[in-house]
C-alpha cells in the first residue's frame, strides 16, 4: 500500500474539480498582477516626472530657439523668426569669449579635478586605519549646497583680508589677486569646483578599485613590479571603464559652468570667465530675450551630443 503521506496536493479549479497540469493557483496569479501593477506605476511617477521637468522643458526650449517672443499692452506675443536668434548669438562678441573660456575651464577641469579624485581614491584605498573617516571627510563639500560653497571660497580669494593671502603673508610670500586678476581667475574657478564636486568621483574610484582582486597585485609583487608599475598595468587596466566614463561625464558637467562664474567672478575680470551658461542666464535674464538664450543652450546641447556620441565611439573597444 503507497503512503500519501507528505505528498504534494494538486491544485483544484474553483470549482473543486483538480486544475490542470501547469495551471497556477489564483492566489498567485492575483500577488503577481497586484506586484506588476504597483511597479509600473512608480515607473510611470517616475515618467511624469522626467516628462515635466526635463523632457517638455527640453523641446519647450528647442522651439523657442526658432521663436520671438514679446509684449504688448499687457499681451504676450510670439512669433517664428527661424534662425534669427542663431544669427544674433553667433554676431555676439561675447560668444567667441563664451566658448573660449568654457573649453578652457574644462581643459583645466581635467588637468586638475580628474587627477586628483583618483590619486586620493589610491591614497584611501591603500589606508589600514580611519578609511571611513577619510571616505566622509573627502565625500562632505559634496553635501554643501553650492551658492554656500561659491560664497565661502569668494572670502578665501578675497585679495584684501582673504584666508589665502592672509596665509601668504603669514609666511611672507607674495600676495595673488586670484579671481581679481584676468590670469589667475579661471584657475581659481577650477579650484573651487575641483575641491566642491570631488568627493562622488573619489568614492566610484574607491568602489572600482576595491573590487579588483588583490591576487593580481600579488603576482606583480612577486614579478618585482613597484608602486608605479602596479598603478599602471594592474590599477588602470582593471579601472579603464570607470575612468572612461567618468571622463565623458566630467567633461558634459565641466563645460555646463555656471555657479562659480556667476557668485565667485560674475563672469569677470572683463569677460575672462563668462562661460556658455553664463552668457544664457544674461540673454534670458538681463537682456530678455528668451529666443537668444535657447539658441545657445540648443548649440550646447548639439555639441555635448556630438561629442558624446564621437567619444563612445573611440572607445567603445577600451572597456
Known amino acids: 500500500m503507497t503512503s500519501t503521506v507528505g505528498a504534494p496536493r494538486k491544485p483544484k479549479s474553483p470549482t473543486g474539480a483538480p486544475a490542470p497540469p501547469g495551471a497556477r493557483p489564483p492566489g498567485n496569479l492575483r500577488r503577481k498582477v ?11 511617477g517616475g515618467l ?24 504688448q499692452d499687457g499681451a504676450e506675443k510670439t512669433e ?25 575651464f574644462t581643459l583645466l577641469a581635467l588637468l586638475i579635478g580628474f587627477v586628483v579624485p583618483f590619486l586620493l581614491a589610491l591614497l584611501i584605498n591603500e589606508m589600514r586605519h580611519a578609511r571611513a573617516f577619510f571616505r566622509l571627510a573627502v565625500y562632505l563639500p559634496v553635501m554643501i549646497p553650492p551658492v554656500v560653497t561659491a560664497l565661502m571660497w569668494q572670502w578665501f580669494f578675497d585679495p584684501g583680508p582673504g584666508l589665502f593671502n592672509e ?13 581679481n586678476g584676468e590670469d589667475t581667475a579661471m584657475i581659481s574657478l577650477v579650484l573651487v569646483a575641483t575641491w566642491a564636486n570631488m568627493g562622488g568621483t ?34 588602470i587596466p582593471q579601472t579603464r571603464f570607470v575612468i572612461l566614463m567618468l571622463m565623458l561625464l566630467q567633461i558634459i558637467a565641466t563645460m555646463q559652468v555656471f555657479v562659480e562664474p556667476f557668485i565667485i567672478t560674475g563672469g569677470g575680470p572683463g ?13 534670458a535674464f538681463v537682456y530678455n530675450n528668451y529666443g537668444s538664450a535657447c539658441a545657445l543652450s540648443v548649440l550646447l546641447l548639439a555639441f555635448l551630443a556630438a561629442f558624446s556620441a564621437l567619444y563612445l565611439r573611440l572607445t567603445r573597444n577600451q572597456g
Open 34 to 44: 497586484t506586484d506588476n501593477l504597483t511597479a509600473y506605476a512608480f515607473l510611470a
Open 48 to 71: 511624469i516626472c522626467f516628462a515635466l521637468f526635463s523632457w517638455y522643458p527640453a523641446i519647450r526650449a528647442i522651439q523657442l530657439a526658432f521663436q520671438r517672443t514679446g509684449g
Open 80 to 104: 517664428w523668426v527661424g534662425f534669427d536668434n542663431f544669427t544674433t548669438v553667433f554676431r555676439d562678441p561675447e560668444f567667441g569669449a563664451a566658448w573660449r573660456n568654457t573649453v578652457q
Open 167 to 179: 596665509l601668504l603673508r603669514a609666511v611672507h610670500l607674495p600676495t595673488s589677486n586670484w579671481t
Open 202 to 235: 573619489v568614492l566610484i574610484y574607491l568602489a572600482a578599485l576595491q573590487g579588483i582582486p588583490g591576487e593580481l597585485y600579488e603576482a606583480a609583487e612577486l614579478d618585482g613590479a613597484n608602486l608605479w608599475q602596479r598603478i599602471r598595468h594592474v590599477t
Open 271 to 283: 569677460d575672462s570667465t563668462i562661460t556658455v551658461l553664463y552668457l544664457v542666464y544674461k540673454y
